[in-house]
């Protein structure tokens, strides 16, 4: 049974920084894309950043600059580097992996909060 943990959250004062993983339990055979989204109170899930396989990655533009995704295929792990941190930045950030056969799995979750 395959299951995403993610970890690493809490509350940061804005400028300050977090390191969120996201560890995979189980196998997942030929993963494809690893995608980090969240979701504010009050607001709908969005996309943050993914790395595809090769690692090439992709950065919504309110977090470019600012995040880094990074990934360790030997630990089957997702990483998402988040510096410069605003209040905006408040929200569940959740970790989502899809393998090349489109079956998606998602972790829980884990909440970061950004206070001024």
């Known amino acids: 049974q395959v299951q995403l943990v993610e970890s690493g959250g809490g509350t940061v004062q804005v400028g300050g920084s977090l390191r969120l993983s996201c560890t995979v339990s189980?196998?997942?055979?030929?993963?494809?894309?690893m995608t980090w989204l969240r979701q504010a109170p009050g607001k709908e899930r969005e996309f943050v950043a993914s790395?595809?396989?090769?690692?090439?990655?992709t950065y919504t533009d309110s977090v470019k600059d600012r995040f880094t995704i990074s990934k360790d295929d030997a630990k089957t792990a997702v990483y998402l580097q988040m510096n410069s941190l605003k209040p905006e930045d408040t929200a569940v950030y959740y970790c989502?992996?899809?393998?090349?056969?489109?079956?998606?799995?998602w972790g829980l979750g884990t909440l970061v909060t950004v206070s001024s």
């Open positions: 989502n992996v899809v393998s090349v056969y489109n079956v998606g799995y």
């Open positions: 189980g196998t997942i055979f030929s993963i494809g894309a």
């Open positions: 790395i595809s396989s090769s690692g090439s990655t």
